[in-house]
């Protein structure tokens, strides 16, 4: 991670909450964090395994790994939701946020509270240069849905093989970008922490102590 020098952003947050404000998990966010962890290692292990040669028997072995990944996207964006509510004038509501499972909602709030702690230009990793990039990166992992894919899918291969973006060698590079995505929205969550915490303190007015976190992955 490069820190990059300090922008602007507001003085004062957007709107305040107590500390026995309700959230979405309940108290269980080191849990959560850890399980969230838990999916993307079993991903990586799993993406490890896979063979990239054309072989129909095994042309659905990615898509396990789809799915891990996909949950773990999803747990990792609702806890930066979660911990991105406090600069937000309307908060996301905590059964909402539990409930939910689409990715696309989730990745829409993300760009809210990045925009209103002026991040935009910290924001980014390896494929994810803005926040049109990111959205296009969450749209994709949800479409990606082996289920629906094979269910509608219009053009069904014969021999039962895998649709073209669920081939071993497409999952192997796009797990390849999620890969740094999750290590974008974990130190992400962080920064929105200590960011909070500076301004709970004051020391954001003048920029001083604690300022200048940024979020960027290199």
């Known amino acids: 991670m490069k820190k990059?020098?300090?922008?602007?952003?507001?003085?004062?947050?957007?709107?305040?909450?107590?500390?026995?404000?309700?959230?979405?998990?309940?108290?269980g966010d080191i849990e959560i964090g850890l399980y969230a962890r838990s999916l993307h290692k079993a991903a990586k292990t799993l993406i490890a395994t896979l063979s990239l040669e054309p072989n129909s028997k095994t042309a659905w072995d990615a898509c396990p790994a789809i799915l891990l990944y996909?949950?773990?996207?999803?747990?990792?964006?609702?806890?930066?939701?979660?911990?991105?509510?406090?600069?937000?004038?309307?908060?996301?509501?905590?059964?909402?946020?539990?409930?939910?499972?689409?990715?696309?909602?989730?990745a829409q709030i993300?760009?809210?509270?990045?925009?209103?702690?002026?991040w935009e230009n910290q924001f980014k990793c390896e494929g994810i240069a803005t926040l049109a990039d990111f959205i296009g990166a969450v749209n994709e992992l949800e479409a990606l849905d082996p289920v629906s894919?094979?269910?509608?899918?219009?053009?069904r291969a014969r021999?039962?093989?895998?649709p073209h973006q669920l081939q071993p060698p497409n999952v192997v590079r796009f797990a390849k970008q999620l890969d740094f995505l999750l290590t974008l929205l974990d130190v992400t969550v962080d920064a929105l922490a200590a960011e909070w915490g500076t301004r709970l303190e004051g020391t954001t007015e003048t920029n001083g102590d604690g300022g200048g976190f940024?979020?960027?992955i290199q």
């Open 4 to 27: 990059k020098p300090s922008v602007p952003r507001p003085a004062k947050p957007m709107a305040v909450f107590q500390d026995d404000e309700p959230t979405w998990h309940n108290g």
């Open 70 to 106: 996909r949950q773990s996207v999803e747990l990792h964006l609702k806890a930066l939701v979660g911990e991105g509510r406090n600069f937000l004038l309307s908060p996301t509501n905590p059964i909402t946020l539990y409930k939910t499972h689409s990715l696309r909602w989730l």
């Open 110 to 118: 993300v760009c809210q509270i990045i925009k209103a702690v002026r």
């Open 149 to 155: 894919i094979a269910v509608y899918s219009g053009s």
């Open 159 to 162: 021999d039962g093989s895998a």
């Open 214 to 216: 940024e979020p960027t």
